[in-house]
């Protein structure tokens, strides 16, 4: 098993670009989500999803965009990049329960994104 | 809203020596705690959690974690460091939100072993 692949590693983008960032689990996780690591922040909750077509918003969600369209993939889009979100964004998956119990996260090797 | 505090941004220990990586927690009800290791250019990856039962929770790579509700803290512990063990800790709380879990993670703490 791959487990959670991201791409791409990498991105540079100028102010107001969009762009798409691609999350792929193959462990049939039905919860997955997004996080962005900032220096001195930890890691804040973006957006999360339980299941295909359904999503909600995490902590900090302005300026991205997600969908669920199939259990596998929760890509995640910036609309118009903006220099603030220049940071290191993970996703995350792992099986969900039915009781709450999706703590044990699988997270993937991150993109690094740069806007200039 | 529930959350956590790394008081640390960095720990030095010397190979061999026991190690401690602190952690403290504020919450409404019952805590739901986990610790999370990062190793350079990698995701995050689950060390142990905390959800109810013994005290002293044993996890992955020879860490464990001591949860003092009197204190609210939740510090990971290994008796003997490795060079290898050289990563950033994150400790992380679960908050139920609209029906649905999720994890808030702390700053972390960058564990730094000397040989």
């Known amino acids: 098993n791959a487990g959670v692949t991201q791409t791409p590693k990498f991105q540079v983008l100028k102010t107001g670009q969009s762009m798409t960032l691609q999350c792929a689990q193959d462990m049939n996780h039905e919860y997955m989500s997004w996080y962005r690591q900032d220096p001195g922040m930890g890691l804040r909750l973006i957006h999360y999803?339980?299941?295909?077509?359904?999503?909600d918003q995490g902590e900090v969600p302005n300026g991205y965009n997600v969908s669920r369209s199939t259990t596998e993939d929760f890509p995640l889009r910036l609309l118009s990049a903006a220099p603030s979100q220049t940071s290191v964004y993970f996703c995350a998956s792992s099986y969900w329960t039915g009781t709450g119990e999706n703590e044990k996260l699988f997270f993937g090797s991150g993109t690094q994104l740069s806007v200039l | 809203a529930q959350s956590v505090a790394q008081p640390e941004d960095q720990v030095n220990v010397a190979e061999g020596n026991p190690l401690t990586v602190k952690c403290t927690y504020s919450v409404s009800g019952n805590p739901y705690l986990f610790w999370y290791v990062q190793y350079p250019n990698r995701g995050l990856q689950f060390l142990l959690k905390?959800?109810?039962?013994?005290?002293l929770v044993k996890g992955s790579y020879g860490f464990e974690a001591e949860f003092n509700k009197s204190q609210t803290s939740f510090h990971l512990k290994k008796p003997s460091a490795l060079v290898s063990d050289s990563a950033l800790y994150f400790c992380?709380?679960?908050?139920?939100?609209?029906?649905?879990?999720?994890?808030?993670f702390g700053a972390g703490t960058r564990l730094a072993v000397h040989p």
């Open positions: 999803s339980v299941g295909a077509g359904i999503t």
């Open positions: 992380a709380v679960r908050e139920k939100s609209g029906g649905y879990n999720k994890l808030i």
């Open positions: 905390y959800i109810t039962g013994d005290n």
